[in-house]
């Protein structure tokens, strides 16, 4: 079974306008989309499309957090949920047909109980075969708790797949993950190496192999994204769409990767395609959207084996 976490989970609200934002005057929405959000969920959400069962843990709280809770049990999504005090955080996108403006929050404050509530129920599960922890750390949650999970998951021989935004997964990198999934900015942001060309991207994906990532899914938005798997490096290439918004992208592109992949990890060229199309189809949607185009986009993704 896999099993998504999602420590700071969100309602995401997209509001689209019709013209610029303005200051000091009445800025009016043509249409405003509420949406369960949060990189594991998100990671659930794609993988049922695909037909592939897995369940939700993450921390919830207030009305927004039932919000959640209440949609995904409609979706027939299993949710083992750690309940809070605070409000889960409502994120915004804004985006007016020529630029899309992002606000994201903090979230609610997860006290130490909590935390220990969810490392038992980790430590617990009888099926879990895959764990993917995804997204950023709400206020009171040291980075110290993603070791409490991965030593965790070492005992029970949990495979990890990893997409966060912390400097810390640097140092996570020693209890070699199974699969990470980093894009181009947060190579940039946590290893300090910059991309200008190929070159660089082969130096960077060996380096975090020899660092312990057993897997590597490198996504870079509309340039393509590359995989390697410590012998070959792949590179797919990416559908050109109309950006709606960015939100959820990558969380999806992951989703339909681990749909094809983790069952048959031969199967890396229809995975990349997938993934490609799905981050795509997303991206041209308000949330993760009605995922209708996936099949037609996949037929124009390429997928060149490297070394």
């Known amino acids: 079974m896999i099993y998504t976490l999602t420590t700071n989970p969100a309602i995401d609200m997209n509001i689209k306008l019709d013209s610029k934002i303005q200051a000091k005057v009445v800025n009016r929405c043509s249409k405003t989309i509420y949406s369960p959000n949060g990189k594991g969920i998100n990671v659930t959400l794609v993988l049922k499309h695909y037909n592939i069962e897995s369940k939700v843990l993450g921390f919830f709280g207030g009305f927004s957090g039932r919000f959640i809770l209440e949609n995904l049990e409609k979706r027939d999504i299993k949710v083992i949920p750690v309940n809070v005090e605070e409000n889960t955080r409502i994120n915004i996108f804004l985006n007016n047909s020529n630029n899309e403006y992002k606000i994201l929050t903090n979230g609610s404050y997860i006290k130490r109980n909590k935390q220990e509530e969810m490392l038992r129920i980790i430590d617990n599960l009888q099926d879990v075969e895959y764990l993917c922890i995804s997204g950023s750390l709400p206020p009171g949650i040291d980075a110290i708790f993603y070791d409490e999970i991965l030593k965790l998951c070492q005992k029970k021989n949990v495979k990890v797949i990893l997409d966060i935004s912390s400097n810390k997964l640097?140092?996570?990198?020693?209890?070699?993950?199974?699969?990470?999934?980093?894009?181009?900015?947060?190579?940039?942001?946590?290893?300090?190496?910059?991309?200008?060309?190929?070159?660089?991207?082969?130096?960077?994906?060996?380096?975090?192999?020899?660092?312990g990532a057993r897997n590597i899914l490198l996504t870079m938005g509309d340039k393509g994204l590359y995989f390697y798997n410590g012998k070959n490096i792949y590179f797919a290439n990416a559908q050109k769409v109309n950006l709606v918004s960015s939100a959820c992208a990558g969380d999806s592109c992951?989703?339909?990767f681990m749909s094809k992949w983790l069952f048959d990890d031969q199967n890396i060229e229809e995975a990349l395609k997938f993934a490609s199309a799905t981050g795509a189809n997303v991206a041209e949607s308000d949330g993760i959207g009605k995922l209708e185009n996936i099949d037609s986009y996949v037929k124009n993704i390429k997928v060149r084996k490297i070394i």
Not at 189 to 211: A, C, H, P, T, V
């Open 254 to 256: 992951l989703a339909a």
């Open 170 to 211: 640097k140092d996570l990198l020693k209890y070699k993950p199974y699969l990470i999934k980093p894009n181009d900015e947060e190579i940039k942001d946590i290893f300090g190496m910059n991309i200008s060309n190929e070159s660089d991207i082969k130096d960077i994906l060996l380096y975090l192999s020899k660092q």
